[in-house]
């Protein structure tokens, strides 16, 4: 269960609990649990899509740092995993020797988020590329077929 899911289960779980006691009509509970659900739910994608978009501005950005502390944050999260579940158990296994480091569960919830905005940055460059390559490819194709109609025919 994710963050998002916990969140909205807390949230939407006393409601709902009241909604069920004070409505006897099943129907207009359950359209009303629909409601709060779907405009939950905007809410939440809102946010993401303005956290995308910080990502999206700091990977864009002119300084280094900007541009680099997400992915250098991460990997020290990822390294700290490894070390934890690869490397200190294989030395404690082969010489009584293994230093694992606490990964509270806020570096591993800022992980996930962090992963998933970089691959959510990652997708958009992507697709930005893709469509700015789509427009000159047309762009030269209506050149050529300009350049083709301008040719005398035999």
């Not at 910080?54 to 992915?71: D, F, I, K, T, Y």
């Not at 230093?99 to 919830?109: F, S």
Request: hydrophobic fraction near 45%.
């Amino acid at each position: 269960m994710n963050i998002a899911t916990k969140a909205l289960s807390v949230i939407t779980g006393p409601i709902f609990s009241v909604i069920d006691k004070t409505l006897t009509d099943k129907d207009e509970a359950a359209r009303l649990k629909h409601e709060i659900q779907t405009q939950l739910i905007d809410a939440e994608n809102s946010a993401l899509k303005s956290q995308m978009q910080v990502v999206l501005v700091e990977a864009l950005g002119e300084s280094w740092l900007q541009r680099n502390w997400r992915p250098i944050l991460m990997l020290t999260i990822v390294a700290i995993v490894a070390n934890n579940y690869l490397i200190a158990p294989y030395l404690s296994a082969m010489f009584a020797v293994g230093l694992t480091l606490p990964l509270p569960e806020a570096l591993w919830n800022l992980m996930t988020l962090g992963v998933g905005g970089y691959i959510a940055g990652q997708t958009a460059e992507r697709g930005i590329s893709t469509w700015q390559n789509g427009q000159v490819a047309q762009e030269q194709a209506k050149a050529q077929h300009n350049i083709y109609q301008q040719l005398p025919k035999q």
